[in-house]
């Protein structure tokens, strides 16, 4: 589904990563990993189209996304993607069905249709019935929670993540991985950023970024 050529990335005269060649298929899951700084947090954002190579290619279905003008990034995020953070990023006076709401898309489903998913994903993630919570009232594991339900309701068929479980205990960081698994069962691709050895252990790929200035002194 995504297969990155040859991708480099330069701050200035600081090259973060060089050559990086990865194939993504669709159900798989990938464990991003590397020490703080090698870059994993920019491939991320470079694969999501927050940020751009400086050279390369990223193909998604055979079209180079780093090639993509306005409106096709646009599509491309609405359409293709989902974004998972450590610092969760939600709508945080807002309550937890606003925070799912949003996640529809237009033209999709009528609101009404969309009920039965948001309560689905909702019980999935262990917080049946916590649809009128406001956010700020929630633990963090918890809001991690909604950040995922979301996803769900949001169904993209590439999940990007970047230290998801960074910020949780055991058993809020395995509710977050059988999750991401169960979406990646539905033939979503997931990219996972992370420092966790738990993380990476429930993978299916590990790709590892190297501090390119460590590796050659
Ligand atoms: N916009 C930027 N301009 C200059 N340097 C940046 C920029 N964004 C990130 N960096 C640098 O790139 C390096 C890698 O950052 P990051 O991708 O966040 O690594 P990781 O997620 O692996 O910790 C860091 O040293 C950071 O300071
Ligand atoms: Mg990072």
């Given at each position: 589904m995504i297969d990155v050529e040859k991708l480099s990335k330069k701050f200035g005269t600081r090259?973060?990563?060089?050559d990086v060649d990865l194939t993504i298929d669709r159900g798989q899951m990938v464990a991003l990993v590397?020490?703080?700084?090698?870059?994993k947090s920019t491939l991320l954002n470079c694969l999501g189209l927050l940020d751009r190579p400086t050279s390369g290619a990223i193909r998604y279905d055979g079209r180079d996304?780093?090639?993509?003008?306005r409106r096709e990034t646009r599509m491309f995020r609405r359409d293709v993607l989902g974004y998972l953070f450590q610092n969760y990023?939600?709508?945080?006076?807002?309550?937890v069905r606003d925070n799912l709401e949003v996640a529809l898309r237009p033209g999709r489903a009528t609101r009404n249709q969309a009920r039965p998913r948001i309560v689905q994903a909702l019980e999935r993630v262990g917080l049946?019935?916590?649809?009128?919570?406001?956010?700020?009232?929630?633990s963090g594991g918890e809001q991690q929670r909604v950040a995922l339900a979301r996803l769900m309701v949001r169904q993209p068929s590439l999940v990007l993540a970047d230290?998801?479980?960074?910020?949780?205990d055991r058993a809020n960081t395995e509710m977050v991985l059988e999750s991401l698994r169960e979406m990646s069962r539905s033939g979503c691709a997931v990219v996972i950023a992370t420092h966790d050895d738990t993380v990476r252990d429930v993978c299916d790929t590990v790709f590892a970024l190297e501090e390119l200035s460590l590796s050659r002194a």
């Open positions: 090259t973060l990563w060089t590397g020490p703080s700084g090698s870059g996304i780093t090639r993509f003008g990023a939600l709508i945080d006076n807002a309550t049946a019935g916590r649809d009128e919570d406001t956010v700020h009232h929630l230290e998801p479980t960074a910020a949780l």
